[in-house]
């Protein structure tokens, strides 16, 4: 009888030791994403993007001029501004301060709340290295050439005001534009992207994005039509993106980090 369970214990006991093997040794040679630090940013913060710039439609042709002065437009953003100016000293006004910089260590603090599991460089490399990517091709080839040719007046500047972030926030964003807003574009892109990553929360990250987008209205650096634009260029970006194999490859492996299985 002894002999007998001995024997049924092993005959369970190597296939599931040498499944437990496979399975680590599995994990432990998972392909990784490029080195961020070999890519050699353009500017600080900024990786080469996915995409060639020349693949992008040509959003100054594409979308339509900022709101006319004396636009129903443009005196919809003036009172959106005035009325946000009243959330200063909320939880709204103070987020919008911290989460201010397009950065990835901001962003995966921002959006892992809401995801299935904690977004890290170590744990999820391939969701931080979409999120570190992307934004060259959004604030790059997305809002750039738009921003310049442009050159709308930042409300904060218009209305000779202060915003929810620092004097030295404030001066560096003084002389750039306002039109679309980057940081709703970027926002927004990488809702919809993480919403690919982990389809379990897709509301709540959705809803994030649109919240990212509004804290720069909120704050006081952009308008609200700037936002709405910011939007809808991330939605052409991302699109575009879909086309590119390099960003398809790691978008299947960001996948598989949250445990969604793509063909």
Same mark, same amino acid.
Request: proline share 6%; glycine share 4%.
């Given at each position: 009888?002894?002999?007998? @369970? ?11 030791? /040498?499944?437990? &093997?496979? @399975?680590? %040794? ?8 490029? @080195? ?34 004396? =636009?129903? &437009? ?21 987020? +919008? ?14 959006? =892992? ?16 290295? &979409?999120? /570190? ?12 050439? &738009? ?16 915003? %929810? ?19 709703? +574009?970027?926002?927004?892109?990488? +809702? ?26 909120? %704050?006081?650096?952009?308008?609200? =039509? ?8 991330? =939605? ?17 492996? /960001?996948? /598989? ?7």
């Amino acid at each position: 009888m002894l002999v007998e @369970s001995f024997r049924k214990f092993i005959r369970i006991s190597i296939p599931l030791a /040498a499944g437990l &093997i496979l @399975s680590a %040794c599995a994990t432990h040679t998972a392909k990784l994403p490029p @080195s961020l630090e070999d890519l050699k940013p353009d500017r600080p913060g900024w990786y080469p993007q996915f995409e060639d710039k020349a693949q992008y439609p040509d959003f100054v042709e594409l979308f339509p001029a900022p709101p006319a002065e004396n =636009s129903p &437009i443009f005196a919809n953003d003036k009172k959106v501004f005035k009325d946000t100016r009243k959330l200063k000293g909320t939880q709204v006004w103070y987020d +919008a301060a911290k989460f201010a910089r397009i950065d990835p260590e901001v962003l995966i603090e921002y959006f =892992s709340p809401v995801m299935s599991r904690k977004i890290t460089k170590e744990e999820t490399p391939w969701t931080y290295y &979409i999120i /570190a990517r992307i934004i060259a091709d959004v604030a790059g080839s997305g809002t750039r050439d &738009i921003k310049h040719h442009y050159k709308r007046v930042r409300p904060f500047v218009y209305f000779n005001t202060g915003t %929810c972030s620092t004097k030295e926030d404030e001066e560096a964003h003084r002389k750039s534009y306002s039109y679309p807003s980057s940081h709703a +574009a970027y926002g927004q892109a990488l +809702a919809l992207i993480l919403t690919e990553i982990d389809p379990a929360n897709q509301a709540k990250i959705a809803k994030k994005g649109i919240e990212y987008g509004q804290f720069r209205v909120v %704050c006081g650096f952009h308008w609200d =039509s700037d936002v709405n634009l910011g939007r809808l260029v991330a =939605s052409h970006v991302v699109a575009r993106l879909h086309t590119n194999m390099e960003f398809i490859e790691a978008l299947k492996n /960001a996948k /598989a980090e949250f445990g969604h299985q793509t063909r």
